[in-house]
């Protein structure tokens, strides 16, 4: 996981790196509360380009981190999803309140 | 023994969750004999997290147990067994539902049950309370047919 604060734009960027199952959603839950709490942010943005696998405990993660996020009054985003974990988040409805942005094939 | 499957496996390990990944990349490479998709392997690799995840914190939750997991394969189906001994599912057509958890606290969404019924052909549940819960699932890996002439071409060893 690569994490990087935009301190002018107030705006939390996570690259995932790992494949998002439940035993990596408990680690990465863990840090990623840890930075939102530190930082404050206007927007949270996961960077998925690196993502290559995920199962529902992705669809519990990023919902837990969108509450927090409007808890204080900010917004997330999901950028560079593929084909399969698309698939997942379409299923699980977060679609509707999570804006994504799809991975563009090299 | 003779076996009536084309090709047999079974698997055993305890229920750490750093054992989702072993499960579900061991299972990946027994299907890839039959030559899945890209697509049908992400569908096969998803389902068996979400099976082997509940076996670790439904089935045991804070105790250790071991996960079982039986492959076969005939013709060009996949069938993959996931079990464990642990408490049970007290209302199988309850939890099969869309958003349906137990574990809202653990930030679970419910949707295990309907990922594997949406990414494998079948699902099966069988579950007693108290002694465990054994997953069946199905998948047909579609063969992609050959063209004609790419038959031709290949026995003229153009390929
Ligand atoms: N192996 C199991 N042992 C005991 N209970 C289970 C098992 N698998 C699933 N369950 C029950 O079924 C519910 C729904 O499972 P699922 O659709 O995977 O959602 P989630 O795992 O997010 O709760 C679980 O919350 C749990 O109560
Ligand atoms: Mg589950």
Known sequence: MNINYNQNEKVLCIEITEEIDHHAADKIRRKVDN??????????????????????????????????????????????VNESSKKILEMSGILKIIPISELKMA | MKSIYDNEMK???????????????????????????????????????????????????????????????????????????????????????????TKANLERSGMGFTIMESFMDEVEIESVLGLGTKIKMKKMIKKIPIEEDSLELMSLGGI
């Open chain 1, 35 to 80: 930075e939102i709490t530190r930082y404050m942010p206007r927007k949270t943005v996961f960077d998925f380009s690196r993502v290559t696998f995920m199962d529902s405990a992705g669809i519990g993660m990023i919902i837990g981190r969108y509450k927090m996020m409007k808890l204080i009054g900010g917004s997330l985003e999901i950028e560079n």
């Open chain 2, 11 to 101: 698997l055993e390990f305890l229920s750490k969750s750093n054992n989702e990944a072993f499960a579900r990349i061991t299972v990946a490479a027994f299907v890839s004999q039959l030559d899945p998709t890209i697509e049908e392997l992400a569908d096969i690799k998803t389902a068996v997290s979400e099976a082997v995840t509940n076996c670790i914190i439904h089935g045991y939750e804070d105790c250790e147990g071991v996960v079982k997991i039986i492959g076969r394969i005939f013709a060009n189906t996949i069938e993959i067994e996931i079990s464990d001994t642990g408490r049970g599912i007290e209302n199988v057509d309850l939890a099969r539902k869309p958003l349906y958890t």
